[in-house]
C-alpha cells in the first residue's frame, strides 16, 4: 500500500509498504481523506516542538472500515467513519477523572505516533465514530477540527444569549464562532487581519466582522455589542497582541478561552487579569462525546463546512498541497488530501 513519509521539514517521501496487521481488537481502515491543519504545516517547517522525523502526518480524517477484528461487534466493513487521533495512557491522574485529552504521556497521531498518511490504518475501534448516511466523507474529514470548536466552546460553560468576540478566522475560529452561534450565542463578533477569512466567515454565516488592521477591538465591540460589550471570548491565533485585546476589552468577570497555539511565550498583564477578575482557561483537543456532538451538528446543518474547503490534492501531490499553502497564505483555509 501507499504511504506518505515526512523524512524532514518540507521533504515528503512515497514508499510501498506493507499492508497493517489487524489484531483481534482491532479495526482496519480504508483513508479517503485527510485534513492538513497548522498543527501540521507546523511540522512541515521544522517548527513543531514535539515532533521528530521521519514522521506519518495526518489526524483529520475520513474513511471506510474495511475489516474488523474478531472481537469486534459494534463495527463493520463498509461503514463511513472518522475518529480521534489521540493515544492514552488510562492510568494517570487526568485519564482516571475523564480528562485523556490531557494524558500525562498523551501521544497523536501523524506527531508522536505514525497517523493516516496511508490506504490503510489499523486503530482502535472505542476511537471511531461513525458518520451517518447524510454526511459526506469530504465533510467526515472535518469532523475533527468541528470537535475542537466543541470541546472549546464547552470551556466557556453554556453560551446560550451569550456576547462572544473570536480573535482568528482561520477555521478553528471559524467553526468556534459556527458552534457558539448554533448552541444560542446572542451574538459573535470575529476578528483578524486577513479581508479573505473575514468573507469566508460571514459565508457561513458569521455576519458581525472586524478587521483588526483599519479597526481596534474597542471600536469593533462598541459598534457590535454596543455599551452592553462581551463576556467570553475566544482566543485562537496563538499571538500576544490578540490576548492582550481580550484581556482589555472583556468585561470585568468575563472569561477567555485559550486555543491557538503560541509559539512565543507572550506577556500578560496579570494585575488586570486580577482587578478584573478574569478568567483564563486552555482548551487542548476534544474528547469522544465532542465528536460525536460535531457529527451530530454538521447533520443538522448547523456548520457549514464548503466555503472552508479552498483545494484538493492527490496523495502524491503532498509536497504540493504544502507549497500550495504556502503560496496562498492567507487565501487558504482548509486544504484537503484524497487517497
Given amino acids: 500500500m501507499r504511504q506518505a513519509v515526512m523524512t524532514g521539514p518540507g521533504k515528503i517521501e512515497m514508499r510501498q509498504v506493507p499492508t497493517p496487521e489487524t489484531k483481534s481488537n482491532e479495526v482496519l481502515l480504508r483513508i479517503k481523506h485527510i485534513g492538513i491543519c497548522g498543527s501540521d504545516i507546523h511540522v512541515n517547517h521544522g517548527l513543531h516542538p514535539f515532533t ?24 463493520y466493513p463498509g461503514m463511513n467513519v472518522t475518529g ?17 485529552n490531557i494524558c500525562d504521556v498523551l501521544r497523536v497521531e501523524g506527531f508522536q505516533a505514525p497517523g493516516v498518511a496511508q490506504d490503510l490504518f489499523a486503530t482502535s475501534p472505542q476511537k471511531i465514530v461513525a458518520l451517518p448516511d447524510s454526511l459526506s466523507l469530504e465533510e467526515g474529514a472535518l469532523v475533527e477540527p468541528v470537535s475542537v470548536a466543541v470541546h472549546a466552546s464547552q470551556k466557556a460553560g453554556d453560551v446560550k444569549e451569550k456576547r462572544i468576540a473570536i480573535f482568528g478566522a482561520g477555521p478553528i ?8 452561534q448554533s448552541l444560542g450565542a446572542e451574538k459573535v463578533l470575529i476578528r483578524d487581519v486577513s479581508d479573505f477569512r473575514l468573507n ?7 455576519e458581525n466582522t472586524s478587521n483588526a ?19 467570553v471570548a475566544f ?3 496563538g499571538i500576544e ?6 484581556i482589555h476589552t472583556i468585561e470585568k468577570g468575563g472569561t477567555l478561552i485559550i486555543v491557538g497555539v503560541f509559539g512565543e511565550k507572550p506577556k500578560i498583564d496579570m494585575a488586570l487579569v486580577g482587578d478584573r477578575e478574569l478568567n ?24 457549514v463546512l464548503a466555503p472552508l474547503i479552498t483545494k484538493h490534492f492527490p496523495l502524491e501531490q503532498y509536497e504540493d498541497a504544502y507549497s500550495f499553502i504556502e503560496e496562498q497564505g492567507d487565501k487558504s483555509l482548509k486544504v484537503i488530501i484524497d487517497l
Avoid: W
Fill in 173 to 180: 475560529g471559524n467553526l468556534i464562532g459556527q458552534v457558539c
Fill in 235 to 237: 482566543e485562537a491565533v
Fill in 280 to 303: 483564563l482557561i486552555g482548551s487542548l483537543m476534544y474528547k469522544h462525546p465532542d465528536f460525536e456532538e460535531a457529527v451530530r451538528l454538521i447533520e443538522l446543518g448547523k456548520i
Fill in 52 to 75: 521528530s522525523y521521519p514522521v506519518v502526518q495526518g489526524h483529520e480524517f475520513s474513511g471506510i472500515i474495511e475489516q474488523v477484528g474478531s472481537e469486534i461487534n459494534e463495527l
Fill in 241 to 246: 497582541s490578540t490576548l492582550a485585546d481580550g
Fill in 200 to 206: 469566508i466567515a460571514r459565508s457561513c454565516g458569521l
Fill in 213 to 231: 488592521t483599519n479597526e481596534s477591538m474597542s471600536d469593533a465591540q462598541l459598534r457590535v455589542f454596543g455599551n452592553d460589550g462581551y463576556s
Fill in 84 to 100: 480521534r487521533p489521540q493515544i492514552v495512557c488510562g492510568e494517570c491522574r487526568p485519564c482516571k477523572r475523564g480528562d485523556y
